[in-house]
């Protein structure tokens, strides 16, 4: 039942696709077969005004000369940093010395046939 479904919306969307071509290609042959037309009058072309002149950059002006290195105040000397106090280690407690392992449980065994004999 289930195949009978699926190629049923095989066919049907083969048999939607197989018409709409048709008919596009119905439409532009029909197109193509029309008499000449008459052609459309091209329309007037509007006028751009004039964009208003860039005006002049002013000339480029001289810089004043740089400071020398001499004459920059010197800045204070910082302190040395604090030095952070030492952290003790975390430690864990000890353990037992005979901790029970849980029992872990065995695999069955499974018995094993032999094969038949040869003749």
Not at 9 to 19: D, E, F, G, N, T
Not at 59 to 83: C, D, I
Not at 104 to 115: D, K, V
Request: net charge positive; proline share 24%.
């Amino acid at each position: 039942m289930a195949t009978f479904n699926n190629g049923s919306i095989l066919l049907l969307i083969i048999a939607l696709l197989s018409i709409s071509s048709i008919t596009t290609s119905h439409a532009a042959r029909s197109l193509l077969q029309l008499p000449n037309l008459p052609t459309i009058p091209s329309l007037p072309q509007p006028t751009v005004p004039q964009l208003p002149a860039i005006p002049n950059m002013p000339t480029a002006v001289t810089l004043p000369p740089l400071p020398s290195v001499a004459s920059l105040p010197t800045l204070p000397t910082a302190s040395p940093l604090p030095t952070l106090p030492s952290v003790p280690k975390m430690t864990l407690p000890p353990l037992p010395a005979n901790i029970p392992l849980p029992n872990m449980p065995s695999f069955p065994n499974i018995p094993t046939l032999s094969p038949p004999p040869s003749n």
